[in-house]
């Protein structure tokens, strides 16, 4: 069993920062890539930024620039670090997880994010 365990989600205003942690535990084998999805009311989920356990980044148009995200493969942590942030990033937020001798993907429950103006 795995669990991934966000934190850090909150309210801020607009050119704010909030900072996401999630932390994978359980029977953790074969971490691969790490990644930070959104979801806002009425739109579908969107990737946001992911890292492979190297180091790699992949960093969504809308973000780049801003947020920044980051691992720590000793503690199986993912960050996202949000700057400069916008009313148009409320949104759920979402850690995945690809993981496992079969390669799946696990999901977090999700922390809001809301941006006032």
């Known amino acids: 069993q795995v669990q991934l365990v966000e934190s850090g989600g909150g309210l801020v205003q607009s050119g704010g920062s909030l900072r996401l942690s999630c932390a994978a535990s359980?029977?953790?084998?074969?971490?691969?890539?790490m990644g930070w999805y959104r979801q806002a009311p009425g739109k579908q989920r969107e990737l946001v930024a992911t890292i492979t356990r190297g180091g790699n980044t992949n960093i969504a148009d809308s973000v780049r620039g801003r947020f920044t995200i980051s691992r720590d493969n000793v503690k199986n942590t993912v960050y996202l670090q949000m700057n400069s942030l916008k009313p148009e990033d409320t949104a759920v937020y979402y850690c995945?997880?690809?993981?496992?001798?079969?390669?799946?993907?696990?999901w977090g429950q999700g922390t809001q994010v809301t941006v006032s103006s």
């Open positions: 995945n997880a690809i993981l496992g001798v079969v390669p799946r993907p696990y």
């Open positions: 359980g029977s953790i084998i074969r971490l691969n890539d």
